[in-house]
């Protein structure tokens, strides 16, 4: 049967957090059909991030001390937030949003629901690991977050609130170390962190390909690559159908799971969901020497990088850079990616071998991604604006929308960020 002859779900976007909406929505014994623009699964966002399964870094970044972060950003203070493009209408409607929800009452919410995703996710990966036969090749055992200045380490450590401290332990220098030698590479300037057991690693966009080859040869997944979606076709508050270059495809629902473009995507339907791009940088650099390399993933909460290594790999990232969808690669963010790496794991890894690549991350203002049921739309749903948490919150952000299409009660709840135009 072609796809023009069925009626299928519609999933768009082939990313982690499609290739996870049409595997959950398959596995309730739904007809799906995953169309991308690009010629392959994973090509934009889910393509070289960091693979690391942060569920201690589940937090909303809009808070009480968002404001002055924001501020040195615009001045070119910060080390980990840059405004390089000018300012658009869409950058200060996401902005005043932004700066809406950084009450500490909105960022105890906001930082509830993903948490919420985030230890759900986690819940079900080694599961799913299993099922797409990845089980071998994640890192479950955990993840760490170290500090090179004392005393934001201890302003940090006492900034812990009693449910952080559940799965969270604090390690001095030696302990780090000792659980994970390659530490020893950074130097004295080590002087402690947090061990998260919830967190892990994996190589997110071989994890989405398989994923979507399993629910293709299992699970009766179809795949329709390089083909830009043009229209809907509506009746009323129906979509019918939609439309790819020069025909339609008849659908029964349609999921828009495009990240960064879901915006544009939904905007001819009236719908424009506040999802902007925010920049991230990632280098990847084969490993030469496993020993010297580090075995946990982690984040350098001073430097502000993430680092993990799999598939015999070291990948680092790190930045949030608001160029609007500019996706060049500037060569002080690839110098600086370079320098961090063979300074501290110069010895594990080949320096020729550097990939370098950049990501735009659909971020939403409250933290929490888009999740349900258009409200115009009787059988058009979003599952979008994860941010830098994309591959940690996937799994349960699929399952749970998978759950509330076949009309049944999610495990999770209001876990969606909100929205007037949200049913």
């Given amino acids: 049967m072609t796809a023009s002859e069925s009626r299928p779900i519609i999933v768009i976007g082939a990313g982690i957090v499609g290739a996870m909406t049409a595997f959950y929505l398959a596995k309730r014994g739904l007809e799906v059909l995953v169309i991308d623009a690009a010629s392959r699964p994973a090509e934009v966002t889910s393509h070289a991030n960091a693979g690391i399964i942060a569920v201690g870094h589940a937090k909303s970044w809009a808070g009480p001390g968002a404001p002055l972060q924001i501020l040195q950003a ?92 559940k799965t969270l332990a604090p390690l ?23 061990k998260s ?3 892990a690693a994996g190589d997110c966009r071989l994890f989405t390909c398989r994923a979507l080859d399993h629910a293709g040869s299992r699970l009766g997944v179809r795949t329709l690559f390089g083909q830009k979606i043009t229209g809907f076709g509506v009746d009323g508050q129906t979509v019918h159908a939609v439309r790819v270059q020069n025909r339609e495809i008849p659908c029964t629902a349609v999921v828009v799971a ?28 084969q490993i030469t020497d496993p020993a010297a390399a580090p075995r946990l993933p982690y984040i350098d909460e001073t430097n502000l ?78 599952n979008s604006g994860h941010g ?12 749970y929308l998978a759950a509330q299409i076949s009309n049944d009660t999610p495990l999770l709840n209001e876990v969606s960020a909100k929205a007037a135009w949200l049913a």
């Fill in 388 to 399: 830098q948490l994309g591959w940690t919150m996937a799994l349960a952000s699929a399952e």
């Fill in 74 to 165: 615009l001045t070119g203070r910060s080390a980990s937030v840059v405004v390089t493009g000018r300012p658009d209408t869409a950058l200060m409607r996401w902005g005043l949003s932004f700066m809406m929800n950084c009450t500490t009452r909105a960022a105890v919410r906001n930082t509830g629901k993903l948490q919420a995703l985030s230890r759900r996710s986690r819940e079900l990966l080694p599961g799913v690991a299993e099922e797409v036969g990845l089980g071998d090749q994640m890192q479950l055992e955990a993840g760490l977050y170290i500090f090179q200045d004392h005393r934001q380490f201890d302003e940090y450590l006492h900034s812990l609130s009693s449910d952080d401290r």
């Fill in 258 to 285: 495009a990240g960064v473009e879901s915006t544009d995507l939904l905007r001819p339907l009236g719908v424009s969901p506040n999802i902007y791009p925010v920049k991230g940088y990632s280098g990847t650099w």
């Fill in 172 to 194: 001095d220098r030696e302990e780090l170390i000792s659980l994970d030698p390659a530490l020893a590479g950074i130097g004295h300037g080590l002087v402690g962190g947090l």
């Fill in 305 to 382: 990088l993430a680092v993990a290594t799999y598939g015999g790999k070291l990948r680092a990232t790190f930045l949030a850079e608001f160029a609007g969808k500019d996706r060049s690669l500037a060569p002080e963010r690839t110098t600086h990616l370079q320098d961090y790496v063979c300074r501290h794991f110069g010895s594990a890894i080949d320096p020729k071998s550097a990939e370098f690549w950049t990501g735009l991350r659909p971020s939403t203002p409250e933290g929490p991604p888009y999740l349900g049921r258009v409200r115009k739309v009787q059988n058009l749903w979003i």
């Fill in 197 to 199: 057991t919830l967190d």
